[in-house]
Antibody, heavy 123, light 103 residues
Framework: QVQLQESGPGLVKPSQTLSLTCTVSGGSISSGGYYWSWIRQHPGKGLEWIGYIYYSGSTYYNPSLKSRVTISVDTSKNQFSLKLSSVTAADTAVYYC???????????????WGQGTLVTVSS | DIQLTQSPSFLSASVGDRVTITCRASQGISSYLAWYQQKPGKAPKLLIYAASTLQSGVPSRFSGSGSGTEFTLTISSLQPEDFATYYCQQRLTFGGGTKVEIK
């Protein structure tokens, strides 16, 4: 059973960089076959893709966040990470890591999710 | 960019009711649509992908149908644990959600 767990600070000051890590257990990121993804949800709102990474390091970023987002992978630790720079209160949200499929019928279908972590941007 | 519009955004129903949620795409997306269930304070859970394929472990009272631009998620007999918010998704786009509450 694949499990994902987010970790990182729950409070970030405005203009600083939000940094989160997702640790994957029960499966290897380097085995391929999936995109490793970050999704966020503003309080009381819907879901928003931030981006994803393949084990090789290739990435996709949401164009609305692209200038501020970096997603990286550490296959030796079976982890992938999110950095979001120059944060404002508008970046306050629950951040989820998730596994997304590669196959045609399941492309970007999110079958395993972390529990989510609330990140608040405030001074 | 593809837009996904869910309707209704809110519905009130009773245990045992048949419930249908619609997701409309702004352009044809073949059968590339997934449905998720989210309960308060929890991560979304995959219910259906490829419009009608039930994810392993999901009860058979959930079903999905549709192709092209119009899709439906049906719960044949609503159970107490089904009161939640439901989202459709096509690749990088999510619908706005449908909250199912107890009447």
């Amino acid at each position: 059973q694949v499990q994902l767990q987010e970790s990182g600070p729950g409070l970030v000051k405005p203009s600083q960089t939000l940094s989160l890590t997702c640790t994957v257990s029960g499966g290897s990121i380097s085995s391929g076959g999936y995109y490793w993804s970050w999704i966020r949800q503003h309080p009381g709102k819907g879901l928003e893709w931030i981006g994803y990474i393949y084990y090789s390091g290739s990435t996709y970023y949401n164009p609305s966040l692209k200038s501020r987002v970096t997603i990286s992978v550490d296959t030796s630790k079976n982890q992938f990470s999110l950095k979001l720079s120059s944060v404002t209160a508008a970046d306050t949200a629950v951040y989820y890591c998730a596994r997304a499929g590669l196959g045609t019928a399941a492309l970007l279908v999110l079958d395993y999710w972390g529990q989510g972590t609330l990140v608040t941007v405030s001074s | 960019d593809i837009q996904l519009t869910q309707s209704p955004s809110f519905l009130s129903a009773s245990v045992g009711d048949r419930v249908t949620i619609t997701c409309r795409a702004s352009q044809g997306i073949s059968s590339y649509l997934a449905w998720y269930q989210q309960k308060p304070g929890k991560a979304p859970k995959l219910l259906i992908y490829a419009a009608s394929t039930l994810q392993s472990g999901v009860p058979s009272r959930f079903s999905g149908s549709g192709s092209g631009t119009e899709f439906t998620l049906t719960i044949s007999s609503l159970q107490p644990e089904d009161f939640a918010t439901y989202y459709c998704q096509q690749r990088l786009t999510f619908g706005g959600g449908t909250k199912v509450e107890i009447k």
